[in-house]
């Protein structure tokens, strides 16, 4: 090897050496200056394990601020509880508050309610609904019967108790039917309920016997407010007007309210449509034995005159007094069964057989309302079913329920007397009493096509 070449490689060497000392020093500058610039906010990287653990711990503190912050919350926001319910066989207004008032508070109401309502007659099956705010009672609303409810409620130390309607929307429509066998049934065709099939016979209970009278082919018209709650159908309101084609005889009822008298039902010349005596003292079913002097007993097995109207029913169908009077009696006993008499006016009395139980409340003495209930049909004494041994008497002599000529009540007064007929033109043209006669030519064609 030459010289030359020697000196070559020292060379060599000696530049490699600087620069790697360049190179040095210039890293030296970059961390220098990096700590100078940099420094205070760096923070050398952890392992995946450490920075997991901070992580954990960073969320289990978010969470428990989170608690803490909404525990203070709802410190500071009161809790409100709403609930809606049904009152259960057994259940009591005190069951019902007593995770909410205490004895003394459940008594104080109780006393403030018992003239408005007296909170120990809730009964199984109505609703109500409850209203508290941080465990005390705001309001308590109880529908005592399908118009009114109960209404209590609370602010401060106080509480106010009130009787309210409920709240209905109420919508009126016209309902009409043809009668095929019986009026229940063409209410039921119509889509509605037995209710407005009950209500129309109460309207025309005085002209109509809905037990002997009713035939194929009659029909019926009715302006009903129909009402709903909370978007629910629920019931029917007021029948503002009615019309009953029985046997070719149109009969028409208006409600009206004549100066301060409660509303009631008139013609449309104004003639009370209330009489004396409704036709019969209970609502659909048939007639198993009529009046007469002479009937074979079907139990004791003797001729002997049956002087009343038997009504056969089944068990539990309400039966009313036909008029108003008061009772007389009311007794047991082996042939009768459970008895009930009414005396009304005029020297007429009435007498009531074979009930199943006596209406609640019921005692001798007690007066009674043209419709008031007094029992329910039944087969007590001597009897082979259910029915009402109806019988009516006029000075001590029985005489014929069917052949009584009933007075009629007051007309409309002359003061109201335009008003009425105001109101009558405007019902009956919205009724449209050509929709019965309509029914009925619809139903005979029906028939005619029926094989």
Request: proline share 5%; aromatic share 8%; hydrophobic share 35%.
């Amino acid at each position: 090897m030459s010289m030359k070449h020697r000196f070559i490689f020292p060379d060599i060497r000696r530049r490699r050496r600087r620069r790697r000392q360049a190179l040095v020093a210039l890293s030296v500058l970059a961390v220098l200056a990096f700590l100078l610039f940099w420094g205070p906010e760096y923070e050398p990287s952890a392992s995946p394990e450490e920075t997991a653990a901070v992580e954990t711990e960073s969320d289990a503190g978010s969470v428990a601020e989170a608690a803490e912050s909404e525990e203070a919350q709802a410190d500071d926001v009161p809790r409100d509880l709403a609930l809606d319910g049904v009152v259960q066989p057994g259940e009591t207004f005190s069951s019902l508050l007593r995770e909410y008032l205490s004895p003394q508070q459940i008594s104080d109401l109780a006393a403030r309610s018992r003239k408005v309502f007296p909170l120990s007659q809730l009964r199984a099956g109505q609703s109500y609904s409850l209203a508290l705010q941080d465990d005390s009672l705001v309001s308590f609303i109880y529908d005592i019967d399908r118009d009114h409810q109960l209404s209590i409620r609370c602010e401060g130390e106080g509480c106010d108790v009130d009787r309210v309607p409920i709240p209905y929307t109420v919508q009126t429509e016209t309902l009409q039917g043809t009668i095929s066998s019986s009026l229940f049934e063409a209410v039921a065709e119509s889509n509605e309920s037995a209710e407005l099939a009950v209500a129309l016979a109460d309207i025309f209970a005085w002209d109509i016997d809905f037990i002997r009278d009713i035939k194929e082919g009659d029909a019926f018209s009715a302006l009903v407010e129909k009402r709903y709650r909370d978007g629910q159908a629920a019931g029917y309101g007021r029948i503002l007007a009615a019309e009953f084609n029985n046997q070719g005889r149109s009969y028409q009822a208006i409600l009206f309210q004549d100066g301060d008298n409660p509303p009631q039902y008139y013609t449309p010349d104004g003639q009370g449509m209330r009489k004396a005596f409704l036709k019969a003292p209970l609502n659909f079913s048939r007639i198993s034995s009529g009046f007469t002097k002479k009937r074979f007993h079907p139990v004791l097995r003797v001729w002997r005159p049956h002087l009343a109207i038997d009504y056969a029913a089944p068990t539990g169908t309400p039966v009313r007094t036909v008029a108003d009077g008061s009772v007389v009696k009311k007794s047991y006993d082996r042939s009768n069964g459970n008895l009930v008499r009414v005396r009304h006016a005029n020297g007429y009395e009435t007498t009531y057989i074979h009930l199943s139980k006596f209406a609640k409340g019921l005692k001798v003495g007690k007066r009674l309302k043209q419709g008031d209930l007094i029992g329910y049909v039944g087969s007590t004494g001597i009897a082979t079913g259910p029915h009402l041994d109806f019988r009516m008497f006029k000075n001590g002599r029985p005489i014929n329920p069917t052949t009584v000529k009933s007075t009629t009540a007051d007309p409309v007064s002359k003061k109201n007397l335009v008003a009425f007929q105001a109101e009558a033109v405007r019902l009956l043209a919205e009724l449209d009493g050509g929709n019965i006669q309509q029914a009925r030519v619809a139903a005979e064609e029906e028939k005619k096509l029926t094989p």
